[in-house]
């Protein structure tokens, strides 16, 4: 360092500035994630299925589901409506590839957002339970798109008793595989 500069780091307003920049970087880098604008449904699919919100939203209407959401936001309850197609209806369109008739017992389906979060789900949970019922993956609150925080495209599952562990905002994928 040379002696103009050490005599600069000294001031005050420089080291705030010096703070600050740092700061707004860290949440540049740490806090940056790329909104989701078309989720990939792909795997041991007959044939990978690219869909965006727009698409979404024209699903047959046996598919989309509209519920009441209530959340808790830092001490506050909000409620919301939220709309969005079954998970399962969007992998049944994918078409399973099993190669043979117990193959399908061993699925496992593992949603993930941009920034490499994962939700995971086994087929019987999603086609066989209530709780599939209430896997969605969301194209709309409140009557509009959802915001760039959730990505266009997200997934819930409504069912479970507490609903963040399995809240995939920004979902870029949904990948079926077998464990065997």
Do not use: C
């Not at 979060?117 to 086994?122: G, I, K, P, T």
């Not at 999603?126 to 509009?144: P, Y």
């Amino acid at each position: 360092m040379t002696a103009a500069f050490k005599s600069w780091v000294h001031v005050p307003s420089f080291r705030a500035f010096i703070v600050a920049a740092a700061v707004a970087l860290h949440g540049l880098v740490a806090g940056a994630q790329p909104v989701s604008q078309v989720v990939v449904i792909d795997g041991l699919v007959k044939s990978a299925l690219t869909v965006d919100a727009a698409a979404l939203a024209t699903s047959p209407a046996a598919d989309v589901v509209q519920f009441q959401q209530s959340r808790t936001a830092q001490g506050v309850a909000t409620s919301s409506t939220v709309r969005g197609v079954r998970l399962a209806s969007l992998i049944e369109r994918a078409g399973l590839l099993s190669s043979d008739r117990n193959e399908w017992k061993t699925l496992v389906v593992i949603a993930t957002a941009t920034d490499g979060y994962r939700a995971v789900f086994s087929w019987l949970e999603l086609t066989n339970t209530a709780v599939g019922d209430g896997v969605l993956v969301l194209f709309e609150r409140d009557g509009r798109p959802l915001d760039d925080h959730e990505g266009r495209i997200a997934l819930i599952s409504n069912a479970d008793r507490r609903a963040g562990p399995r809240y995939v905002r920004n979902l870029a994928r949904v990948e079926i595989r077998a464990l065997n």
